[in-house]
Each structure stands twice: as structure tokens, then as C-alpha cells.
């Protein structure tokens, strides 16, 4: 997996040294030797992962990763801090600033490669996802990207997968201060419920007695519902190998035992902080999706998805010889509710409506609000006379039961017009289905409202 790589640091040699080895591995890499180019190339988008030395005369390492991590704009991406300081405080420190990871001078290939490769995977998952994102501020929705980097990480949902009482006594006493944590021995249970609750991150012990933990690793990353949990590998020291091929697996970090409880602390909130940031740009790309189809209003389709579908509806129908019947609902003297009532009370009445519409059809029905007090309801595989009868059957709930306004202080009653029509086999498209039930609301509108008006099917 190719990628761009900034490499960061203000003495030259190591820069090269850097450089030549991420060549030779076919990585694109950029280089910055303070920390304002470095911030400079990353808010430029020009960077998908930074290898940032600690140790930089003027800004030094942590306050640029801490600059990074704070900017809306380059928040996502993985900041792995290098460093000759091998100590756990300089670890939180570098942790608890945002850093992704460290690596330790002398740096070892192995490990290298295993660290770029496993970041630069975690963050193409969420490139698409911000681009979507940033899509959404066009529709009015709340900057997702700000929101996300403001992501804490505390309180997190943790699943500790050990089977050791003692080793697990102490890490579920070291997280709990911070996060919810439960415990499983059992491999095969713990990916039963890691698949059922509702965790955040899930930590697996690389020496379970009777299960591989590898394998538990890549069950987790290949099973639909457990994918995107963030999973976190415990080992010995003599495990090494086993952890970086955890992490070509899948896994998103690893701490070696002795482990230390403030690291343990901050690499759990770095996972719980990433996941979330995830989350809310997965959030924010389902919000803009149903905000591009649907009436914020009533919750009902809208006009611009009920063209698209209803073309495909139309040539599915046509091609199979299958009946197509579509209804044109108008609320009758809908201004005068407005008019007597005010707006809120209109769209009262119009959230109702479309709650009861949604009570007399079926989840293959098509719902959609073309604009106004206008409701077009599309029946697949519904012959005239069906349609008819679930065009009365609306009429019906309509007018039998006074709709509440001002916030049930008051009812008034409320009747529609309906009008219904069919695919005609010489029907070129739905634009004819469609002004035919126009016609036929118009019709029952002029006969005197509140009744239903079939077109023709010749």
C-alpha cells in the first residue's frame, strides 16, 4: 500500500536514513526539518502520515503533534512520534499530546514498515468518510470534522479478553478509573459478545492457554459487526514478531507486558478518541444521505429521490409485465389551516398526515412529499383496483380522526383529495402515470373534496 510520508526532523542524516528506507518500500516521502514547514505540508493535505522526531530546536515534536491533533483539518492524520527517549513518561507525553505511536532510535525496519503500513491503512478507512463529511456542510449540517477532533476519548467501552485472573484483575483496575471495562477468558464467548455489546475497543491477550490470539485478532477484523472496534494486543517481550503480525492483520496498536498503567491509559484513549472520530464522520455522512433524500419535515421521502426511483420503479414494472399504481394525495384547504392557525400548526398537520399515510401502506411503498400538502404514494405490483382501495383506506384515517394542533390544545378536522392512476402499457414513462393522477386530483377537488378519483386505465 503506497502512501505520502512526511519525515520530520532537523538533522539531515537522519532525514536521508529515513527517506532511503521508505523509498526502497515504494512510499512517497516528503520531508520538512522544522515544525512550521511540517504543519504547513500537513494542513496542504499533502501528507498521509508523519514520522515527527521529538527532539527540534524552536517548536519541538510534541507541540507540533499537539497543533496537528487540534486542527480540524489535519486531526486524522497518524503523527508517529521518533525519538533516542525510551522512557514511559516520554511515551504518555507524546501520547497524551495525540501521537498515534513512537519508535525508538535506533529504529528497527520490522517495525517501521509494520507501524506505517497498519496507520496508513487505518486512515485510508477514513478518507472517504471525510470527504463525504465535509459534503455535508453544504446541507447545513454542523461541522462533523470539528466536532470529531474534539474528541476526548474518555469513557470509553472496553472488552478485555484475558484468561489470567490475576493480569486481568490489574488491568481492569488500571482502566476502570477512565473507562467501562468488562472481562471474558473465553475466546470463543468474548467474540460473541464483542459481535452483541457495544464496545469501543477490545484488548486481546497474545498468550490465551487454549486459543490463538492472532486468530481471535483476525476473527474480529473479518466479522461484519465487529470490523470497526478497535483492537489493542497484549504480549510479552519475546512476542514481537507475533505483534507485528498482529498488526499486519489488523490489529491498531500493542503494548509489551511489563505494561505501564499510565501508557496503558493513553494508548486506550488514542484508540477510543480514533474510533470515535470514525463514528461521528460515519454519522455525519448518514445524516447528509438522508438529508439529500428526505423531507426534514414529515420524514417522508422527497421530491429529488422520488424522481430517480420512480424511473426505476416504471422500467421494472415494464420489463416484468407488473402492475404499477401510483396516488396523488393533496390535503384539502390546507391554506386555511395555515391562514387560521399559523405554520406550526400546518406542519403539525402535515407530520400527522404522513404518519398515518405510513400506517395504511406497506415497507415496499414508495413515500415521498413533492412540496406543499402534496403526497405521492408509489405501489409496486398493485393493480388499479388495489390502489383504489388503499387510496380509500387512507382517505378514511384521514378524515375519522381530528388531527391535534398548538400541541394537542386544539383539533380540527382534516380531509384529502386522492387521485389514482396505472402504468398503461403504451406509457413511455412515469411523467403520463403521473399527470394522470394530477388530473384525477384535480377532479375529485372540483367534485367537491374528500373523496378519491380513479383515471382511466384504457
Known sequence: MSARVLVVDDIAANVKLLEAKLSAEYFDVATATNGIEALAICERGEADLVLLDVMMPGMNGFEVCRRLKNSATTAHIPV???????????????????ADDFLTKPIDDTALFARVRSLVRLKSVTDELRQRALASRQLGIADPLAAAAAETGLNGRVL????????????VQALSAFHSIETEPDAQAALTRAAEGDFE??????????????????QLRSLERTRNLSVLLLGEAEDRSRVLRGLEIGAHDFLVRPIDRNELLARARTLVRRKRF??????????SMEMAVMDQLTGLHNRRYLDS????LFDESALR?????????DVDRFKVVNDSWGHDAGDEVLREFADRIRACTRGIDLVARMGGEEVVVVLPDTALDAARAVAERIRQRVEGEPFQIQRGQRSITVTVSIGVASRRAGDAGPVEMMKRADEAVYRAKAAGRNRVIVASAA
Not at 160 to 171: H, S, V, W
Not at 278 to 287: F, G, I, P, Y
Not at 309 to 312: A, D, E, H, M, Q
Open 80 to 98: 508517529v512520534m521518533v525519538t533516542a527517549l525510551d522512557q514511559p513518561s516520554d511515551r504518555l507525553k507524546g501520547l497524551d499530546a495525540g
Open 160 to 171: 478485555l479478553i484475558e484468561d489470567r485472573p490475576l493480569i486481568a484483575q490489574r488491568l
Open 201 to 218: 475497543i477490545v484488548l486481546v491477550s497474545l498468550d490465551l492457554k487454549n486459543y490463538d490470539g492472532l486468530r481471535l485478532c483476525s
Open 278 to 287: 470514525a463514528e461521528r464522520l460515519r454519522d455525519s455522512v448518514q445524516s
Open 309 to 312: 426511483r420512480l424511473s426505476v
Open 321 to 329: 409485465a407488473r402492475a404499477l399504481s401510483l396516488l396523488v394525495l
